[in-house]
């Protein structure tokens, strides 16, 4: 049976589905390892959240994403033995400046995003090292990349541009924005249940420990809390976002700090996990009782606020905010807390409707209507595979 393959390498996971090729594919399987190199897990499930296997790697198969990712393709096609992997679908964080849309990889493709890997140190390498251990595994397979960057290629110049000399922004230092994939979902599923917001000014809060917000004018990104790293904007788990940058001239000059110092700090101690010093899960913070952990939901809040304010100038007004990711779809006390005297914005919250995590979290009287919509990653990019692979 011929299937399509996405995977979805991050720093320390890599996640990966397994689709039909209906024009609507549908998930066969999900497949999760954890914390690559280190006590590395490994976990398979259906369509309905069962287990189909599960297990350690951390002895031998999981020191790398290439030998984690060889050992549960194994695993997986062990469980699939009549499947045909007729393409691979590769989530790509960078795709510069002219990647609009997802696209075949060939190999001066792949050396494209290469090229990139300066504007995603962090990531880009982890992405390419999923596509050559794809490409060892599934040598006939259509290897297709899914970029985070895409959906906001269009950005008006004053939303893509930093005020430093021009000759940097010429070289592609620019707002590129991310979590695409999230919004291109958010966006195709508005236009299905709600076509008339579609068509309008919506403001996207996708809120999970990596977290953004997107302004969107008729379904196409106009402005993102996200620029140049994926460290811009709204704080997440362990990411700053927005920084004065003086701050890292102090971090360097004062503190005497080496840039992968400061590039660990930012990155990975701080955020709601620098803030409350006691964890980067909203679970966790919304729980406790400590002061700090509540300063730091505070500050993760008002930022949303602030952005939130922001991208409805973008817009020029406001018909919807719509919430997604982990956060997003589950904490209904911060989404009450972002859209609390939100009325000068046409924002009314419906209490029953919120604790009831229904799609339309709005009063009848709001003239913004707010959403919680789940965002779905894993099937974009397995759609893109299923179009594309259909034309080479
Ligand atoms: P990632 O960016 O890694 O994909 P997710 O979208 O899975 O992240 O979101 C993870 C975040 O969602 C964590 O901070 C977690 O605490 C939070 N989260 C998940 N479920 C809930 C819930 N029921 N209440 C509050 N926060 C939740």
Sequence with gaps: ?????????????????????????????????????????????????????????????????????????????????????????????????????????DEAGIAGLEALTPFAPLHQPHNLAGIRAAQSAFGQAVQIACFDTAFHRNHPFVNDTFAIPRRFYDKGVRRYGFHGLSYDYISGEMARIAPHLHAGRVVVAHLGNGASMCGMLSGRSMASTMGFSALDGLPMGTRSGQLDPGVMLYLLDQEGLSTSE??????????????????????????????????????????????????????QGLDALVFTGGIGENAREIRARVCAGMAWLGIELDEARNMANDTLISSDFSRTRVMVVPTNEELVIARAAVHLMNRV
């Design 262 to 315: 400061v590039s660990d700090l930012l990155y990975k101690q701080s955020g709601l996990l620098g803030l409350s010093e006691l964890s980067n899960d909203m679970r966790m913070l919304l729980t406790s009782d400590d002061a700090k952990a509540r300063e730091a939901v505070e500050y993760f809040v008002f930022r949303i606020r602030r952005e939130l304010g922001g991208l409805a100038a973008a817009l």
């Design 1 to 105: 049976m011929s299937h399509v393959l996405t995977l979805n390498a991050g720093s320390s996971s890599l996640k990966f589905g397994l689709f039909t090729t209906d024009q609507t594919p549908v998930a066969v399987a999900t497949g999760l390892i954890d914390a690559i190199g280190g006590a590395t897990s490994f976990r398979l499930e259906d369509a309905e959240g069962t287990v189909l296997s599960a297990g350690d790697m951390s002895t031998r198969d999981g020191a790398t994403h290439a030998s984690a990712l060889s050992a549960a393709l194994t695993e997986l096609l062990a469980l699939f033995p009549n499947s045909d992997i007729r393409a691979v679908g590769d989530r790509v964080v960078h795709g510069g400046q002219h990647h609009a849309e997802p696209v075949v990889l």
